[in-house]
Nanobody, 126 residues
Framework: VQLQASGGGLVQPGGSLRLSCAAS????????MGWFRQNPGKEREFVAA????????RYADGVKGRFQISRDNTKNTVSLQMNGLKPEDTAVYFC????????????????????WGQGTLVTVSS
C-alpha cells in the first residue's frame, strides 16, 4: 500500500496550490480520506477530510473558506485545493486513509488514520 502526495512547492502569500494524493495497492473508495500538516517540532494537525463518496467534508477552522478537499474515485486520487495561502500554512502536508468510509467523531485525530503518504512540502513566503 502506498499513498503518494504531490503538488507542494513555494508560493507567495495569497497564492494557490493544489495537492494530490494517489494511491496504489489501496482502493480509496473504501475509505474516508484526510489531509494533515506538520511543522518541525510540532504535532501533526488536521486540515481536511472527506467521506468515501465525496458528499461530506470537514475542515479545520483555520482553513475553512480557503481550502477545498475533493476526490476522484475513478482515478483513485484525493486532492486539496489551497487558496489564499498564508505563511502560517507552511508545513509538510500528508494524506491519509481513515479507518472508516464515513466520518465519525474521530476524523480530526491522526491516530485513527491507517495509511499515510510521505508528505509534500508547502512553503508560503514572499
Amino acid at each position: 500500500v502506498q499513498l503518494q502526495a504531490s503538488g507542494g512547492g513555494l508560493v507567495q502569500p495569497g497564492g494557490s496550490l493544489r495537492l494530490s494524493c494517489a494511491a496504489s495497492g489501496l482502493t480509496l473508495s473504501s475509505y474516508a480520506m484526510g489531509w494533515f500538516r506538520q511543522n518541525p517540532g510540532k504535532e501533526r494537525e488536521f486540515v481536511a477530510a472527506i467521506v468515501w463518496s465525496g458528499t461530506v467534508t470537514r475542515y479545520a477552522d483555520g482553513v475553512k473558506g480557503r481550502f477545498q478537499i475533493s476526490r476522484d474515485n475513478t482515478k483513485n486520487t484525493v486532492s486539496l485545493q489551497m487558496n489564499g495561502l498564508k505563511p502560517e500554512d507552511t508545513a509538510v502536508y500528508f494524506c491519509a486513509s481513515y479507518q472508516h468510509p464515513y466520518l465519525d467523531g474521530s476524523y480530526d485525530s491522526e491516530e485513527f488514520y491507517t495509511y499515510w503518504g510521505q508528505g509534500t512540502l508547502v512553503t508560503v513566503s514572499s
